[in-house]
């Protein structure tokens, strides 16, 4: 059911201790940690306590938590990589890359991006 726990889902699992994970910052509602695979130098993922599958399904569900995580995707760049700028970035599906279904913000900074492109 969603907003519950899934005992298949590894980021409930991370939720309640039974996986390790390097945790940067915590509330009530959300939970923020390295990526085990990161893709820039700071690469840490920012989750709500609840099981939904994507961003759009929080959203729609309990959108004072879906805000949470954003706010919280900020305080965890500003506190890894300063003023330097970042990126928050939601894949939804597995089309755009998302392997985890359970809702998470990747924050990624500390290196240039290169945008717009060209």
């Known amino acids: 059911m969603a907003g519950e726990p899934q005992a298949d889902c590894l980021f409930c699992k991370i939720v309640s201790g039974e996986v390790p994970a390097t945790v940067v910052r915590e509330t ?19 989750i709500p306590k609840v099981h939904y599958p994507d961003a759009m399904s929080l959203a729609a569900a309990e959108p004072q938590i879906a805000a949470d995580v954003l706010r919280e995707a900020g305080e965890v760049a500003l506190q890894e990589n300063g003023d330097k700028g970042f990126r928050i970035v939601f894949n939804t599906g597995a089309g755009a890359g998302q392997t985890v279904f359970h809702t998470h913000a990747h924050v990624l900074g500390g290196r240039g991006f290169n945008w717009p492109p060209g």
């Open 28 to 46: 009530e509602t959300t939970l923020a940690f390295r990526d085990i695979n990161p893709q820039a130098p700071v690469h840490v993922l920012v």
